[in-house]
């Protein structure tokens, strides 16, 4: 990918602005002065990326079960019917991820829902229509769940997480975040014209982001990339066994580790699923997420625990939540 070279404009644009967009009535235009070219080359390198699919939106990511309720969930699909039931999972509108992984539990997916029950009711509608059990793996608590890591130079820790501040949710809130989980139009007014839309002002629209993004309600406002679609193809879910009591040391050890993109801590299922612990990691080759997953064995924390790593075959479906009804 010559356009996605460690000096190109492109993979600045991506760098440097999957977290931070300029909060400002023109923010391609305020991103174009930091690159050093005009707000119309950033729009249209930025139109050119989602259309070719490098890029999913220029929006916003939505912390899980603030604004509405999520959980992972997996089926175990017989070989001969994947197509089938990745299908019928992907209709349903608050699917936003879906991935063929290596494990007998072989499709997981997220699903979200403006509610609690709107979410029991999505997951019961797949069981009848696929006729088999769906394995709901709701949140219990994040060590990072920022997925923005720069695809040039040496990898980081991208830092501990923190807990939102949900007093700043206001009851309006809904489809302001629902839009930016759609994503912003590609204009120059971005902010204005998701104003008029929603019957509000620009000048209101980019107080109340900055708010929830503060608030950590909003985990990331800038351009949302595909990773797999830029080389990392390398997608590996890894699982941990642990007793809970040493889950939050082993969660909070893990997240620091440089490549580890994801990290979090997700119900039991006893006799069915007894892997709290997980963690994401993003790499460019199978070699290379190995090498990140040794440094993770290593942490005294995990010496020596029962793991297993799920690489991704295949990606159904990736698009933002559904914080709203439609």
Same mark, same amino acid.
């Given at each position: 990918?010559?356009?996605?070279?460690?000096?190109?404009?492109?993979?600045?644009?991506?760098?440097?602005?999957?977290?931070?967009?300029?909060?400002?009535?023109?923010p391609?235009?305020?991103?174009?002065?930091i690159?050093?070219?005009?707000?119309?080359?950033?729009?249209?390198?930025?139109?050119?990326?989602?259309?070719?699919?490098?890029?999913?939106?220029?929006? !916003?990511t939505?912390?899980?079960?603030?604004?509405?309720?999520?959980?992972? @969930? +997996? &089926? *175990?699909?017989?070989?001969? $019917?994947? %197509?089938?039931?990745?299908?019928?999972?992907?209709?349903?509108?608050?699917?936003?991820?879906?991935?063929?992984?290596?494990?007998?539990?072989?499709?997981?997916?997220?699903?979200?829902?403006?509610?609690?029950?709107?979410?029991?009711?999505?997951?019961?509608?797949?069981?009848?229509?696929?006729?088999?059990?769906?394995?709901?793996?709701?949140?219990?608590?994040?060590?990072?769940?920022?997925?923005?890591?720069?695809?040039?130079g040496?990898?980081?820790?991208?830092?501990?997480?923190?807990?939102?501040?949900?007093?700043?949710?206001?009851?309006?809130?809904?489809?302001?975040?629902q !839009?930016?989980?759609?994503?912003?139009d590609?204009?120059?007014?971005?902010? @204005? +014209? &998701? *104003?008029?839309r929603?019957? $509000?002002? %620009?000048?209101?629209?980019?107080?109340?982001?900055?708010?929830?993004?503060?608030?950590?309600?909003?985990?990331?406002?800038g351009?949302?990339?595909?990773?797999?679609?830029l080389?990392?193809?390398?997608?590996?879910?890894?699982?941990?066994?642990?007793?809970?009591?040493?889950?939050?040391?082993?969660?909070?050890a893990?997240?620091?580790?440089?490549?580890?993109?994801?990290?979090?801590?997700?119900?039991?299922?006893?006799?069915?699923?007894?892997?709290?612990?997980?963690?994401?990691?993003?790499?460019?080759?199978?070699?290379?997420?190995?090498?990140?997953l040794?440094?993770?064995? !290593?942490?005294?924390?995990l010496?020596?625990?029962?793991?297993?790593?799920?690489?991704?075959?295949?990606?159904?479906?990736? $698009?933002?939540?559904?914080?709203?009804?439609?």
């Open positions: 990918m010559r356009d996605l070279a460690p000096d190109c404009l492109n993979t600045r644009l991506l760098d440097d602005f999957q977290r931070d967009l300029p909060l400002v009535p023109r391609f235009a305020a991103m174009a002065d690159l050093g070219t005009t707000e119309g080359d950033v729009l249209e390198r930025l139109a050119r990326m989602q259309d070719c699919g490098r890029i999913s939106r220029v929006g !916003a939505c912390r899980p079960n603030t604004a509405g309720a999520s959980t992972l @969930a +997996a &089926l *175990a699909i017989p070989p001969a $019917r994947i %197509e089938e039931v990745a299908a019928i999972v992907g209709a349903e509108p608050g699917v936003n991820h879906s991935y063929l992984r290596e494990d007998r539990w072989n499709l997981w997916f997220v699903a979200t829902a403006p509610s609690d029950d709107d979410l029991a009711a999505s997951l019961t509608r797949i069981e009848a229509a696929s006729g088999l059990a769906v394995l709901s793996l709701p949140l219990v608590r994040p060590f990072n769940i920022d997925l923005g890591f720069r695809l040039r040496p990898r980081r820790p991208l830092g501990p997480d923190r807990a939102p501040d949900m007093a700043a949710l206001h009851a309006d809130d809904r489809p302001l975040m !839009a930016l989980s759609a994503g912003l590609l204009v120059p007014a971005p902010f @204005a +014209a &998701l *104003a008029r929603l019957g $509000r002002t %620009e000048a209101d629209v980019i107080a109340r982001i900055a708010s929830l993004a503060e608030a950590r309600i909003l985990t990331r406002v351009v949302i990339v595909r990773h797999r679609a080389g990392w193809a390398a997608n590996a879910m890894v699982v941990w066994h642990l007793p809970d009591d040493a889950i939050e040391a082993a969660g909070r893990l997240s620091q580790v440089p490549g580890v993109t994801l990290c979090y801590q997700r119900r039991r299922v006893p006799g069915v699923w007894d892997w709290p612990l997980f963690c994401m990691i993003h790499a460019r080759s199978r070699p290379e997420a190995l090498a990140v040794d440094c993770a064995r !290593a942490l005294p924390d010496a020596g625990l029962p793991h297993k790593i799920l690489f991704s075959t295949r990606c159904f479906k990736q $698009r933002g939540a559904l914080i709203e009804a439609a």
